[in-house]
């Protein structure tokens, strides 16, 4: 553990190489310290620095894309919490505009780590590292490289596709359609899948490996429509016996989970004690302090009796004017002179559950597709769904297990309710009037001052 820690603190020092290949999207102080580019790719340890400094610098900050931010304004847009103050009334209206606050962030984040990835592929394929060392770590950098991609597609739709550290050319690169993106995810993410290692890097899941891989195809795969492939790269993952799904819901976001595919840690030390940032943003300060986050009204109403994920994943607190549950996923807010317990958890495994549930529901194998929701509401404490329930009420009820099993990580229930077009149906019981063009996230404004030819995403 000290080593790993050691070594992701050094990678920032390396991170001075990245940083260079995104200046149009996002401003960025780079370290006192630098490693020039023809240094950092010299020797194996150093090549490993800098795809340690891109997972560092998704989660060095608090309320950036990779350290909450995403997660908790996609489910305030949707239907799983929202702020109990003002402060993003926009999202929870669907009154987003191209100059709405933190819209730029969505964009301008993800292909800051883009570029770090492109700098890394280019870097490792251009060195004199051995055949192994470059296999592997080209495929981290390309994982992380679909993985926001992933995120950028769904969010935005129409999007610059850049594969390439070419400063001056990414500046101006107009847009190209999801299908286009999504042709490249799949074909990037088989090329990672084959080069990567299927043992992780160390003694934690701090870094991607085969099966991480494969658990984000199977999510593209699925959004995709292609279920064939969808439920055999989810099969990949939840046939290795080295995941489990956590019989104790309070187990399942320790840095020692077994659930998990892929966590990061975070690695800022500005403020002491942090465990994740989304712990330190949704935990109230003490045992009696009120919540900053509600889970909306409807969604409460979906829990069933006896399910735990009510009781061990979301805190009750009682204010005047009445009782609320605040997430609760992550339990610590700072722990100041103790161990860190907690990572962020980015890929776990009851995801891959439900990927090939509706995956096989797609392909009519219904009664394998209710053995996989069933593992996951045995789980929960509930009653097992029979197998002959009728193909709707099972889409309903896969509907219903993701958004209650992935309440508030990283959009899923927005993604999903927008995929299935079923965002209209159910976000207008919450929210109202809730209509088609709600479901369109626009690219802000100063990004398409930044290229201009970029176009907006309802053109």
């Known amino acids: 553990m000290k080593l790993i820690k050691s070594t992701i603190y050094s990678s920032i020092i390396s991170l001075s190489l990245l940083l260079s290949s995104c200046e149009s999207f996002l401003d960025i102080d780079p370290p006192k310290d630098q490693v020039s580019a023809e240094n950092a790719f010299q020797d194996a340890k150093s090549a490993e620095a800098t795809i340690l400094g891109v997972y560092s610098n998704m989660n060095n900050f608090n309320n950036q894309f990779g350290s909450g931010l995403l997660a908790m304004l996609m489910s305030i847009t949707a239907d799983d919490y929202y702020s109990a103050f003002t402060s993003y009334d926009a999202y929870k209206l669907n009154n987003i505009t191209p100059n709405t606050d933190y819209l730029d962030r969505l964009w301008s984040q993800p292909y800051s780590t883009i570029g770090h990835c492109n700098k890394v592929i280019e870097g490792v394929e251009n060195s004199s590292l051995s055949a192994e060392i470059k296999k592997q770590i080209s495929a981290e950098a390309r994982f992380t490289r679909c993985f926001h991609y992933f995120y950028l597609v769904n969010l935005f739709q129409k999007i610059p596709l850049v594969t390439n550290s070419d400063v001056s050319s990414s500046n101006t690169q107009g ?95 500005s403020t002491a004690g942090v465990n994740t940032w989304e712990g330190f943003s949704m935990v109230p300060v003490n045992a009696t302090a009120r919540g900053y986050y509600n889970v909306f009204q409807k969604t409460m109403d979906s829990f069933e009796a006896g399910d735990k994920r009510k009781t061990d994943w979301l805190k009750p607190y009682t204010i005047t004017s009445g009782t609320f549950y605040t997430p609760y996923k992550y339990k610590i807010r700072t722990s100041i002179g103790s161990p860190v317990m907690e990572y962020n958890m980015v890929l776990r495994l009851a995801e891959q559950y439900l990927i090939r549930a509706e995956a096989r529901l797609k392909l009519n194998k219904n009664k394998l597709a209710v053995d996989d929701v069933n593992a996951i509401r045995k789980r929960a404490g509930l009653i097992l769904l029979p197998e002959t329930i009728a193909a709707n009420d099972l889409a309903i009820a896969i509907e219903k297990e993701k958004h209650l099993e992935l309440l508030g990580e990283w959009g899923h229930r927005w993604f999903d309710l927008n995929r299935t077009n079923r965002a209209v149906a159910v976000l207008s019981q919450t929210k109202g009037n809730f209509t088609q063009e709600d479901t369109r996230i626009p690219i802000a404004q100063s990004i398409l001052l930044s290229n201009t030819n970029l176009k907006q995403n309802d053109q």
């Open 175 to 269: 847009q190209v359609d999801a299908e286009e993106v999504y042709n490249f995810l799949v074909q990037d993410l088989k090329q990672a899948e084959a080069d990567i290692d299927d043992d992780y890097q160390g003694t934690e899941r701090v870094r991607p490996n085969k099966k991480a891989v494969s658990a984000l195809l199977a999510r593209v795969y699925l959004y995709k429509g292609d279920f064939e492939n969808a439920e055999i790269s989810a099969s990949k993952v939840i046939e290795d016996t080295r995941y489990q799904l956590m019989n104790n819901l309070n187990d399942v976001f320790l840095k020692t989970s077994k659930e998990a595919l892929w966590q990061i840690q975070t690695v800022n030390t």
